[in-house]
């Protein structure tokens, strides 16, 4: 048959297209133009390879994290003196580290972000320090007077980014201060409310226990050091002779007892951060687990699979049945980094167990980072509420962790209280809204990752007792080769939504009445399950296959029985002339199925190095026939039972059509025998299920009297309102959600990357199905479209920005 050449202009259909979305887009000429501009400004691949050189040598250099220096814990360092008995510290060139890095102000602390809390008490430690060997008089007087200026300030300051343990380490630094007869505001009326909120929190944990059982408090020990009992905290210390990785903690044993441990402790930072110290060390399992995090919801991970998976070995090495710290050796697990672990473990295939979050649970199903804490994180918050997303069947404990940290989360939203005790971040208050809105059943990875680029913070400052950069976690190179490659992949969706348009005009399917045209959506959900490059073949198969899905679910609408039952019988026998006799609009739908999984036959052979043929037909006859069956009911009047209309529906809803057709392009070898496998055929069972139970909710009001799931249900169920069997039908897809969780990210010999093209055709569903149904009435979905398709990020090129200046560690 020979189909004639269509009346179609790729510039009206996608400018048509785009204007029954609601937002406002160019013709697709200026578009084209538009995008060729942007592609002339990004940075050429020369400059791509750079960025990923950069950030692998960041990789080659991780030991026990890369942090900017402490003011705070250096002074307290300082302030130990000589084991000799001398008259002068055990650490001078550490006192004059802190004369040499007084602010223009007189004040100590993060020279590019003021803080009232990190100034004062950095200038607190560091006058005391100073004033304690009698040095720098003068660096002592402006440091005085910076105080006697900004104390009272202090009542101004967000109480969320208050300092880590302010409120037990200051009144102890002013205890010291006025011993030394420095001229400070000592009764000034924040003292006292800072005083108050000290005794609140001691009162929650008592001196008995602060001896026995480690706490949160050891961080914070040198706030206590005069009224603890060193002899029995030693026992406290981690391995390497800190208590709790705090350097001023540390510090402050040493001034009471002489540890030795201790001073190996310190002596091997000072010589790391040439004679000053970070507020706490080491941060190993921290950095590399927001690394790999940052990495991923950038996009570009798959530049650095190697460097991830050292990285998740390390973690997992330390991962114990309690959690996790920051650092490996720490006495003291805490939430937010066990929820960070748990999750980027678990979606990397590790074996953890819920478990891990119980000694997080408060007795009314709260969830809280130490033991004793007064207040929650956002943040921490943030992190359960991520992890407890990919819970597994049975898993009460994080079922619990989520609804908590949501409800959490959204109070938090609601009051614009989007404030975090661990970092001050740029995009906290958008992550937290975006991350509410779209659940990670209901989003991609892809489309995560447009979001993020608003939200990503390069020079995002975190709070410990003073503030705190960790640069291998931050920077300007990370987001320059993430914008990069997001612009790179979108010029290629581009291309292919050009080249799905010409392949539709060349089969003839634009003459068809009854078809609709959704290339652009198809070529989202492509880009959404293939992001990668690399993945262009996929892309190309996935989106042919979804237009011919579509097209078949239209041409069983349309046409006669009679036609449709030839049709049928010519694709069982592969022969286009057992089509003879039907209609031209039939012909025309046949010979695109004939012809598009011909070509993807050739295709497929030769990337598998194997004939694929029979298989693609086999996959194909057995989706026409499901809709021949569910045709045949309907001009019958016939009613199936639930569970016979699943057996049938489940294929005719298309997802099996076009995902197993797409495996063979998925760049590594596929058997026949995979597509036999029982896991397999689990995973996809469940892909199925999901996706014709959604599509059964969300377009039973279009199909109204039309065999269904919902209808289905209300006609064996009388008693039963319609929300009644929609929301049965929500708890079995929720049901499969977590079955195929468990499936896709526990270790299985089904290959990693085609359980994960399962999950994200599952999620593409449930983003298109969120709210309404996206794929018909698109409304909805115009933003994530417009910002995968058509909408370049600004590169770091374009903004002038030096890729190294945040880079730079002063050690």
Not at 203 to 227: K, R
Not at 445 to 473: E, F, M, N, Q
């Amino acid at each position: 048959m020979v189909v004639e050449r269509a009346n179609f202009s790729l510039t009206s259909y996608c400018t048509k297209r785009m204007d029954s979305l609601p937002f406002p887009i160019e013709s697709r000429m200026e578009q084209r133009q538009g995008a060729l501009r942007m592609y002339k400004e990004q940075p050429k691949e020369t400059e791509m390879k750079k960025w990923i050189d950069e950030i692998r040598a960041m990789f080659e250099s991780m030991t026990d994290g890369a942090i900017t220096k402490s003011p705070y814990d250096t002074a307290w360092v300082a302030m130990v003196p000589a084991f000799d008995d001398s008259d002068r510290p055990q650490f001078p060139k550490s006192l004059q580290w802190i004369l040499d890095n007084q602010l223009p102000d007189g004040s100590w602390g993060d020279s590019d972000y003021f803080s009232y809390c990190d100034r004062v008490c950095n200038t607190v430690a560091c006058i005391v320090s100073l004033k304690t060997w009698k040095a720098g008089s003068g660096a002592v007087k402006r440091g005085v007077e910076f105080i006697q200026r900004n104390l009272q300030a202090l009542e101004t300051e967000e109480q969320a980014h208050m300092t880590i343990g302010f409120e037990i380490v200051f009144p102890a630094l002013m205890c010291f201060a006025q011993k030394l007869e420095l001229d400070l505001p000592y009764d000034a009326t924040v003292m006292l409310n800072i005083c108050t909120e000290r005794q609140k929190k001691l009162e929650n944990i008592p001196m008995d226990i602060l001896h026995e059982v480690p706490t949160a408090l050891l961080y914070s020990l040198e706030g206590l050091h005069q009224e603890v009992d060193w002899g029995k905290l030693l026992k406290m210390q981690n391995e390497d002779g800190s208590f709790l990785s705090s350097p001023a903690a540390t510090a402050a044993c040493l001034l009471h007892t002489r540890d030795e441990k201790a001073l190996r402790y310190l002596n091997r930072l000072l010589g790391r951060f040439n004679n000053a110290v970070p507020n706490v060390y080491p941060v190993d399992l921290f950095e590399r687990i927001w690394i790999v995090d940052r990495l991923e919801r950038l996009g570009i991970a798959r530049y650095f699979e190697k460097e991830i998976k050292d990285c998740l070995q390390y973690v997992y090495k330390y991962f114990t049945s309690t959690g996790i710290a920051w650092a490996r050796q720490s006495r003291v697990h805490d939430l937010d980094d066990t929820s960070m672990g748990f999750r980027v473990l678990r979606q990397h295939g590790y074996d953890v167990n819920e478990n891990v979050f119980a000694p997080f649970r408060g007795k009314d199903d709260d969830f809280f980072s130490f033991v004793g804490q007064n207040c929650e994180s956002v943040t921490t918050m943030f992190n359960l509420y991520r992890a407890a997303q990919t819970r597994f069947p049975g898993e009460t404990l994080l079922e619990a962790g989520e609804k908590f940290s949501r409800a959490f989360l959204a109070d938090k939203l609601e009051k614009n209280e989007c404030f975090d005790k661990w970092i001050i971040s740029k995009g906290l208050a958008g992550e937290v809204e975006y991350a509410l809105e779209t659940p990670w059943y209901c989003s991609v990875p892809l489309v995560d990752t447009a979001a993020y680029l608003d939200h990503y913070g390069p020079d995002d400052i975190w709070i410990g007792k003073s503030l705190y950069r960790l640069p291998l976690v931050h920077n300007m190179t990370f987001l320059a080769l993430a914008k990069a490659n997001f612009n790179l992949c979108q010029a290629m969706y581009q291309l292919d939504l050009e080249k799905i348009t010409r392949w539709t005009q060349d089969s003839g399917l634009v003459n068809l009445s009854f078809a609709r045209q959704r290339y652009i959506e198809v070529v989202f959900s492509a880009a959404c399950a293939f992001p990668a490059p690399e993945l262009a073949p996929a892309r190309w198969a996935w989106a042919r296959m979804c237009v011919m899905t579509t097209l078949i679910d239209d041409y069983f609408e349309a046409a006669t029985l009679t036609d449709q039952r030839k049709f049928v019988a010519a694709a069982r026998e592969w022969d286009p002339s057992l089509m003879d006799g039907t209609t031209e609009e039939s012909k025309i739908v046949f010979y695109a199925c004939f012809n598009t999984i011909n070509a993807m036959t050739e295709e497929g052979t030769f990337e598998q190095g194997h004939n694929i043929g029979q298989r693609l037909q086999k996959i194909w006859y057995r989706y026409l026939e499901s809709h021949l069956r569910e045709a045949e009911w309907t001009a019958s009047g016939y009613w199936p039972s639930f569970d016979e209309y699943l057996k049938i529906a489940l294929i005719s809803a298309g997802l099996e059509a076009t995902m197993l057709s797409s495996l063979y392009f998925l760049r590594e070898p596929i058997s026949d025998e995979l597509f036999e496998d029982l896991k397999q055929l689990q995973l996809m069972g469940l892909v199925n299920r999901v996706g014709r139970l959604m599509n059964d909710i969300h377009g039973g009001e279009r199909e109204k009297g039309k065999v269904n799931a919902v209808s289905i249900l209300l006609l064996e169920n009388m008693d039963w309102t319609e929300e009644e069997a929609i929301s049965h039908i929500r708890a079995m897809v929720e049901s499969s959600m977590l079955e195929l969780v468990r499936e896709v990210y526990q270790q299985s010999h089904i290959p990693e990357s085609v359980r994960h093209v399962h999950f994200n055709a599952v999620r593409i569903l449930r983003l298109f199905y969120q709210i309404a149904d996206g794929y018909t009435n698109p409304s909805f979905m115009a933003k994530k479209v417009k910002s995968i398709l058509f909408q370049p990020v600004l590169s770091e090129v374009s903004e002038g920005r030096s890729m190294q200046q945040s880079l730079v560690v002063t050690l």
